[in-house]
């Protein structure tokens, strides 16, 4: 069975942080590109972070960028992402998805599972 499974994710001030996993069975993530994405009510899914297969290099949207780190375990084959200095704007419904060739494509990429909520209020 292959299934991509996020968790991590609840309620927290602004400013706080939370750390999401997604976790990976039935397939090695070290193969795959592995991607963060959110969607916020009445938005479009956006990309948010990717990690990118063998050299584990990432990347960030720029809203982003100095707050969340993605990061892998591989012995776990999870993907992480430490989100810190939490703002409002964060809050949505995060997804992870994964591609062999490059970091997934939100609006082509057809099998997302339910997501973790992140809701950033006081």
Excluded: H
């Excluded at 990061?71 to 776990?76: G, L, Q, T, V, Y």
Aim: hydrophobic content about 30%.
């Amino acid at each position: 069975q292959v299934q991509l499974v996020e968790s991590g994710g609840g309620l927290v001030q602004p400013g706080g942080s939370l750390r999401l996993s997604c976790a990976a069975s039935g397939f090695t993530l070290d193969y795959y590109y592995t991607g963060w994405f959110r969607q916020a009510p009445g938005k479009e899914r956006e990309g948010v972070s990717c990690i990118s297969s063998s050299d584990g290099m990432t990347y960030y949207t720029d809203s982003v960028k100095g707050r969340f780190t993605i990061s892998r375990d591989n012995a776990k084959n999870t993907v992480y992402l430490q989100m810190n200095s939490l703002k409002p704007e964060d809050t949505a419904v995060y997804y992870c998805a994964a591609d062999l060739l490059a970091c997934p494509n939100p609006r082509i990429f057809g099998s997302w599972g339910q997501g973790t909520q992140v809701t950033v209020s006081s």
